[in-house]
Structures are given as structure tokens and as C-alpha cells.
């Protein structure tokens, strides 16, 4: 019933005045005026959108295949997934991604759409539900409880893909850089003071492995989140829904998302257990431990740029300053650190999210998927940005690295090999008291000769001993 630009739908608490432009209906309405918490519609998350999508397509056509929905309907919700898959209709989603109910909200935000899109195509009013129904017809075999956590599994993945890439670029955005400050020699420090002597490249070459790494972990947690309990209904034992349409509604979301899910050996454990969820948390709070280790050590080694270690040049992007002029601050390193810091809190609510599951739900998951999608996001942002506006135009100071080096007490530890410990000791200590170097030390006290003392400083041999002495 309409009236006005409103249409009357009615629920388990009774009548309730919907926009009638929207296609969405009673039960969005009253999760719009219960869950006014972060105002982030989910929306804000258009995999998601288009996972729950993908998810009412496949169960859609599960369920026509085993005779449990009608072609005519069938048809009709297929069609409005199609749409919402391709991008349309997502200003219609318009819960707030934090909301009580274990994901329920979004389930039937999804159902409503789908259903009033649905209506249209076949001709009919939006809410003129007994045409086509949100619960009898796009919820069929179903439950927010193997939906939800389905949905969500397919939109991370779609969303750790893209930061798979943003790493890999930037993966070889430091490689690149590791063979152009090959031949750079500087002096490698540990706790801040002068350790060995090794190579800008070698340095930056550390830092490819590093976020090569977390991309094969992001691989592996993957994995674990393609086990999905779609068919479990409420709490995994499958009750209402078809005996084959577990199965088979695994094989038509395959098919739709081309990834390779798996229905869970124990549906009932599944519905229950996001452990997975917090693997992956995991995996995006290490990621962005390194990256922030990685950006500390760029605003280090860029310090000065006169009174710091100034050993590299991040390029200029904006003043630094409202009161200092001429400074120029890393403000690119600076706002990748503050992606770690979030992403770290992040994985603190994941895990607080999924110690708080009762019996056999966690009812927490909303947060849970907030949390992982703002972390993807904002990753994935931080490393495009790290590598466009930094790293590529990173430049080597390479005169002062190697004015350090000579000049670094860090040297005598090659010698240990050739004049003895104690004497590197005793050496070193001069050296440091007489801000004297320690090659003009070793040959004025005859310790070495000056060819000896050259082939032992040798870059090659300072930085690739174990390459040298294997070429022999």
C-alpha cells in the first residue's frame, strides 16, 4: 500500500512507512533508525556489495536447479544480482556497517533490493511482495548466519587481491632501487650505533623481501577463508534448506566469483569459528609492522639534511613547515606509519570481536568485517602511495655513505680475522679517542700492509664475503 511518497510494509513489529523510491524496505528502515552508530553505510564497501550479490545469484539458481524456486522468479532475481554485481544500486545499501544482530541488517538490506529490483523486472511495485518475496523467494534456504560470513569470505578476497598487487608493485619498486644503490657503500648500524659496512642496494634489497614475504602470507591466509559454510542456515545443521543445495550452491558461486570455495566438512563448526578471520587479521598487522619498520627506517636514513644521517634523499612532495622555512618533513613515511598504528588497532578489535562468539554464532561479526575492510583499504592504499610518492624517487647520497664508512671505527670488525680481537679492540678505542680512521691507525703501527689492508676493504669483500671466497 502506498501513500504518498511513502509505501506501508509490514514486519514482526508491524506497519512501517518506507520511502517508496527506495528499494529497499521495513526491515533496512528500522536498522537505519536502530544502528545510527558510525554513519558508514555498507556501502562503503562495494565488495561486499557485490559478494552478497554474487551470493543471492548463486543460491537463486541453486535453488531453481533443484525445483525450489520457479523460473519466472529465478530469472528475475538473477537479473537484479547481474545489476548489483555490475555496480548498480549500491546507494541502496545503506545500513551502517557496525550493527547489532550478527549481520542480519545487511542480509536483508540485500534481500530487499534484490526483491524490489526483482519486482520491477517482472512488472510489478516495489514492496508488492506477494509476487516475489525478500525472505520466501531471496532468502530461500538461507540464513544471515551462512550468508553473512560466505559473503564477507568472498569480499576479502577480493579485496586482499588488490593489495597483493599494491604490494608487488612495491616489491619492485624497492628492487629497482636495490640494483640502482648496488655499488653504493654506507655503514650498516645496529641499535642506531656503527656496525659493518654494506651497501644502499643491499639495504633496499632487505626491504623487497620483507614485503614479498607478507605477500605469500596474504596467499596463505587466503586459503583458509575459502572454506565457506553457505547451506549451514542458522547454526550449521542445514535446517530448511534442500539436501543437495549445499553442494550445489558451492558450485554456483564458484562458478559466478571464479574462486575456488569449499564447503566446510563441518558446517556446524564453521558457522561458530572465524578463526580464519583473525589468521588474516594477523597477516595484515604483520604487513604493516614491516611496512611502518620500513617507512621508520626511511625518515632515518633521510634525516638532516645536514645535521642527520642524510644518506638518501626522499623526494620533496610539500613544505614541511607553517613557521620554518626551506623544511621539508617525510610526510609520506609519516602517514604509512599511521596506517600501521590503525590496522594494529584494528586487529585488536578482530580479536577481542572473535573471543566474544558464544555457543554457535559469533555475533560480532559486522565489526569484524569493518575492521578487515578498512585495514585492506587502507593498505592498500599506504603501499601505492609509498612507492609512487616516495620510494621511486628516492636518490643516494653516495659521497657522504662512503665518508662514513672511512671514518667508522665499525671497520675494524673485518680485521678480526687478521690481527686479532684484542688488538681490533684496542685499535677500535684509539681510533674513537683520536677521531682518527682505523686504516691510517693499522698502517702506521704496521699492522697490516697497505696491500693486504686494501684487499681486506675491498667493497666486495666487506659486503659479499661469502660471493668472494666462493669464487675462487
Not at 6 to 35: I, K, M, S, W
Not at 49 to 68: D, E, T
Request: one cysteine or more; hydrophobic letters at 45%.
Amino acid at each position: 500500500m502506498t501513500t504518498g511518497d511513502l509505501r506501508v510494509e509490514h514486519d514482526l513489529l508491524g506497519d512501517y512507512d518506507v520511502p517508496d523510491a527506495a528499494y529497499y524496505g521495513v526491515h533496512t528502515a528500522r536498522a537505519l533508525e536502530n544502528f545510527p552508530i558510525t554513519g558508514t553505510p555498507i556501502s562503503r564497501y562495494p565488495e561486499l556489495i557485490v559478494a552478497l550479490a554474487c551470493v543471492k545469484l548463486a543460491a537463486a539458481r541453486a535453488n531453481h536447479r533443484l525445483g525450489l524456486l520457479g523460473a519466472e522468479a529465478a530469472d528475475a532475481i538473477v537479473a537484479a544480482c547481474a545489476e548489483i554485481k555490475s555496480g548498480k544500486l549500491h546507494d541502496q545499501f545503506v545500513v551502517d556497517v557496525i550493527q547489532g544482530g550478527a549481520g542480519t541488517s545487511t542480509n536483508m538490506n540485500a534481500n530487499e533490493v534484490i526483491a524490489n529490483r526483482a519486482l520491477e523486472l517482472l512488472g510489478h511495485r516495489r514492496g508488492d511482495y506477494r509476487h516475489l518475496h525478500p525472505l520466501e523467494h531471496v532468502n530461500l534456504g538461507q540464513s544471515t548466519n551462512d550468508v553473512y560470513p560466505t559473503a564477507l569470505k568472498v569480499a576479502l578476497q577480493f579485496a586482499v587481491h588488490r593489495l597483493q598487487l599494491a604490494m608487488a608493485e612495491l616489491v619492485s619498486a624497492f628492487a629497482d632501487k636495490a640494483v640502482e644503490f648496488g655499488g653504493h657503500l654506507k655503514m650498516g648500524r645496529t641499535q642506531l650505533q656503527d656496525a659493518v659496512p654494506m651497501t644502499l642496494g643491499q639495504e633496499f634489497g632487505s626491504y623487497a623481501v620483507m614485503v614479498g614475504e607478507d605477500g605469500d602470507r596474504l596467499g596463505e591466509a587466503v586459503r583458509l577463508i575459502s572454506e565457506i559454510n553457505l547451506g549451514g542456515t542458522a547454526i550449521g545443521t542445514g535446517l530448511n534448506a534442500h539436501p543437495g543445495y549445499a553442494e550445489a550452491v558451492c558450485e554456483e558461486l564458484c562458478a559466478i566469483t571464479e574462486l575456488p570455495l569449499v564447503t566446510a566438512s563441518n558446517l556446524v563448526e564453521a558457522t561458530q569459528d572465524v578463526g580464519s578471520f583473525v589468521q588474516l587479521s594477523g597477516v595484515l598487522k604483520r604487513t604493516a609492522v614491516k611496512l611502518s619498520k620500513i617507512c621508520n627506517d626511511l625518515r632515518l636514513l633521510s634525516s638532516g639534511p645536514r645535521a642527520g644521517l642524510g644518506e638518501i634523499n626522499l623526494p620533496p612532495v610539500q613544505a614541511g613547515s607553517s613557521i620554518m622555512p626551506g623544511k621539508v618533513n617525510p610526510v609520506i613515511p609519516e602517514v604509512v606509519n599511521q596506517v600501521a598504528f590503525e590496522v594494529i588497532g584494528n586487529d585488536i578489535a578482530v580479536s577481542m570481536a572473535a573471543e566474544g562468539g558464544q555457543l554457535q554464532l559469533n555475533a560480532f561479526e559486522p565489526i569484524i568485517a569493518h575492521s578487515l575492510f578498512e585495514s585492506l583499504a587502507h593498505l592498500t592504499a599506504a603501499c601505492d602511495t609509498l612507492r609512487s610518492r616516495c620510494v621511486v624517487g628516492i636518490t643516494a647520497n653516495a659521497a657522504r655513505m662512503r665518508a662514513t664508512v672511512d671514518h667508522s671505527i665499525g671497520l675494524v670488525t673485518a680485521l678480526n680475522p687478521y690481527i686479532g680481537y684484542e688488538a681490533a679492540t684496542r685499535l677500535a678505542a684509539d681510533a674513537l679517542n683520536s677521531d682518527s680512521d682505523i686504516a691510517s691507525l693499522v698502517l702506521d703501527r704496521g699492522l697490516l700492509t697497505a696491500s693486504q689492508l686494501e684487499t681486506i676493504l675491498e667493497p666486495a669483500n666487506l659486503t659479499r664475503p661469502w660471493q668472494v671466497a666462493g669464487s675462487g
